[in-house]
C-alpha cells in the first residue's frame, strides 16, 4: 500500500439558489471523488470562505475560518437574486486572499456575451446546464494548476483512481502564490484593464433600465 | 414468463415510451447513472425535490398572474426557475412549455401566460404521473427480488 502517495481529497464550494441543482451538482462532484459544500447564495459562499464585509471594502478574513477551510475550486450559478455568480467571481477575483481559488460558473443560458464577461473576469470554464459528468471531468486540471509544484510531482501518475478521503492539510496554503499567477486565465484577459467602475455592470442583477 | 420479468420488461417499455414521446429526455438518462449503491435513492429524491419545488412554483404563479398589475418580470422570473428545474431533471416538456412561456412574458401578454400557465400545469402533471408510474416499477421489480435495468 503507497501510503505516502494518499492524496488529499479536493473540495469544492458550489453555489446555486436552486435546491435541485445543487443536489445534482453535488452528486456530480461527489462522483468525481470530491468532497463537496453547496451553499445557496453568493453571500454564504464568502461567509463560507472566511470573507467577511468589515469596514467599506476592506475583506476582512478571520484567521480561523481561512485555516479550516480550504476550497480548491468555486463553482457558481449564473443567475442568482441578489448577489449573481458573476458579482461573486469578481469579489473572489478582488480578493488578495481569495483570487487564486479557480471558479468555474454555471448557466442554463449560452448567452455569449455573458460567457465572455464572465471569461474576461476570470473565471476558469463556463458550463451550461444541465451540467454533467463530463463537465465536471475538466475541474481537475484546473485545480492542479493551483497547486504547487511541489504537490503536482507526486500527483503525475493516475491521480484519478487513487483519491483517498484525508484531511485537508492547509499546504495549499503554504504553496507560493507567486508562481500560480502564470497564467491560468485566457490570455484575452492581458490588456483588459481592471475596469472596477464597469458601466455596464448593473448589480448583475436581471433588471434592465428602461 | 416470471413476474421480475414482466415486470423488467414492462419498465423497459414504459421508460422507453417516455422517451420516445418527449417527456423525459437524456438528461433523465444522466441522472439514472449517477444513482449508485451508496446513493440509492438519488434520483427518488431529486424528482421529489422537483415535485415539491414546481407546485409551489404554479401557486406562485397563479398568484403572481391574479394580482391587478400583474408584474411580468416576477412571473419571468417563476418560470425561468421552472425552466432550470425541469431541465435539471429531464422534463423535456415542461421545459419547452416554460420557453414559450416566457416569450409571452417578454410581450407582456397576459392572455397568453394565462394559457400558458394551464398548459405548464397540465404538462407538470402529466410527467408527474409519468414519474410517480416509473418508480413504482421500480419498487415492484425490487420487492419481487429483481434488479431494475439500465435504460440506455
Known amino acids: ?210 | 414468463m416470471e413476474i421480475v420479468g414482466q415486470l423488467q420488461k414492462q419498465f423497459v417499455d414504459f421508460s422507453t415510451s417516455l422517451n420516445h414521446e418527449g417527456f423525459l429526455d437524456e438528461q433523465y438518462l444522466q441522472l439514472q447513472k449517477l444513482q449508485d449503491e451508496s446513493n440509492p435513492d438519488f434520483v427518488c429524491e431529486v424528482v421529489s425535490l422537483f415535485f415539491d419545488d414546481s407546485e409551489k412554483l404554479l401557486n406562485n404563479l397563479a398568484t403572481a398572474l391574479q394580482q391587478q398589475v400583474v408584474d411580468f418580470k416576477q412571473v419571468d422570473a417563476h418560470v425561468h426557475q421552472f425552466k432550470g428545474s425541469s431541465s435539471s431533471i429531464g422534463a423535456q416538456r415542461v421545459k419547452n412549455m416554460c420557453v414559450a412561456f416566457r416569450n409571452f412574458c417578454e410581450e407582456k401578454n397576459l392572455d397568453g401566460c394565462l394559457r400558458c400557465l394551464q398548459q405548464l400545469k397540465h404538462e407538470y402533471f402529466l410527467v408527474k404521473n409519468k414519474l410517480e408510474t416509473l418508480f413504482r416499477l421500480e419498487r415492484q421489480i425490487v420487492e419481487a427480488g429483481g434488479t431494475v435495468p439500465v435504460i440506455g
Open chain 1, 1 to 210: 500500500m503507497g501510503l505516502a502517495a494518499a492524496e488529499a481529497q479536493f473540495h469544492v464550494l458550489a453555489v446555486d439558489d436552486s435546491v435541485i441543482d445543487r443536489k445534482l451538482i453535488e452528486m456530480l462532484l461527489k462522483k468525481t471523488s470530491y468532497h463537496v459544500t453547496t451553499v445557496d447564495s453568493g453571500r454564504k459562499a464568502l461567509e463560507f470562505l472566511g470573507w467577511n464585509e468589515g469596514n467599506s471594502d476592506e475583506a476582512i478574513f478571520s484567521p480561523k475560518n481561512n485555516q479550516e477551510v480550504e476550497v480548491n475550486l468555486i463553482i457558481t450559478d449564473y443567475c442568482m437574486p441578489g448577489m449573481t455568480g458573476y458579482d461573486l467571481l469578481k469579489k473572489i477575483k478582488e480578493s488578495a486572499v481569495l483570487r487564486d481559488i479557480p471558479v468555474v460558473i454555471m448557466s442554463s443560458e449560452n448567452v455569449p456575451s455573458r460567457i465572455n464577461r464572465c471569461l474576461e473576469e476570470g473565471a476558469e470554464e463556463f458550463f451550461l446546464k444541465p451540467v454533467r459528468l463530463a463537465d465536471v471531468d475538466k475541474l481537475k486540471p484546473h485545480i492542479m494548476k493551483t497547486m504547487g509544484k511541489e504537490t503536482l510531482n507526486h500527483e503525475n501518475q493516475d491521480n484519478d483512481k487513487e483519491i483517498v478521503e484525508t484531511e485537508i492539510q492547509s499546504q495549499q496554503q503554504q504553496t507560493p502564490q507567486s508562481n500560480i499567477n502564470n497564467n491560468k486565465r485566457k490570455s484575452m484577459d492581458e490588456g483588459l484593464s481592471p475596469d472596477r467602475t464597469r458601466p455596464r455592470y448593473n448589480n448583475g442583477l436581471t433588471v434592465m433600465s428602461n
